[in-house]
């Protein structure tokens, strides 16, 4: 089967770092993926790595090592705005993507 | 810019009722999709299409059905609503050639009573 696992619960204070794993018991995936996603909001893609390594994008980096079965999405410069729901999210050749059950981070003053 | 647009965004069933949940994307997307979000859960995959004329079950499609008969167009119908489907409902799309970025609509906030 498919299964990733996150923690449910992060929290850390304003201009902190933080990091997001995720680990799965899959594989033949293509990519994973990292979803943010507001109360009441819709997800929106925030970074995907195809190979092993790290991946930047502005504040936010995301890092695969398939051969541990684990990635992680790391935010810098942690903001209030950041306080939202984190998914990791695995893609399948056929087009489908499982995704986990998401962590809730809260971002203190 | 549209992207990913669902309607309606509200909606309360009485149990038994049914009704299609539409979903419309402008960005000639092949891959489409439905999943549903339970309180406080992850996303759960309902059904997905690889094309129209082409639909595949998720990991929940009981009591769900879907058809893509156009490119832009993917409605999820449910037949004899049950409280267990009181959830909110994300369609998404995705441009495929091996890329995991999904675009989701705003979703759709459905209570069966």
């Known amino acids: 089967g498919q299964s990733l696992e996150q923690p449910s619960e992060v929290t850390a204070v304003e201009g902190a770092i933080v990091q997001i794993n995720c680990t799965y018991q899959t594989s033949g995936f293509y990519g994973l993926s990292w979803y943010q996603q507001h109360d009441g909001g819709a997800p929106t893609f925030l970074s995907y790595?195809?190979?092993?390594g790290l991946e930047e994008t502005g504040r936010f980096s995301s890092f695969l090592s398939r051969s541990d079965s684990y990635g992680y999405l790391l935010l810098q410069e942690l903001q209030m705005k950041d306080s939202a729901s984190y998914f990791c999210a695995v893609g399948f050749y056929g087009q489908n993507f499982v995704f986990g059950p998401g962590t809730r981070l809260s971002v203190l003053p | 810019n549209a992207g990913v647009t669902q309607t309606p965004k509200f909606r309360i069933l009485k149990i038994g009722q049914s009704m299609t949940l539409q979903c419309t994307q402008d960005m000639n997307h092949n891959y489409m999709y439905w999943y549903r979000q339970d309180p406080g859960m992850g996303l759960k995959l309902i059904y997905y299409s690889v094309g129209a004329g082409i639909t595949d079950k998720g990991e929940v499609p009981n009591g769900y059905n879907v058809s893509r008969s156009t490119t832009e167009d993917f409605p999820l119908r449910l037949e004899l609503a049950a409280p267990s489907q009181t959830s909110v409902y994300f369609c998404?799309?995705?441009?495929?050639?091996?890329?995991?970025?999904?675009?989701f609509g705003q979703g759709t906030r459905l209570t069966v009573v």
């Open positions: 998404a799309s995705s441009p495929g050639r091996r890329r995991t970025e999904a675009f």
């Open positions: 790595n195809a190979l092993d």
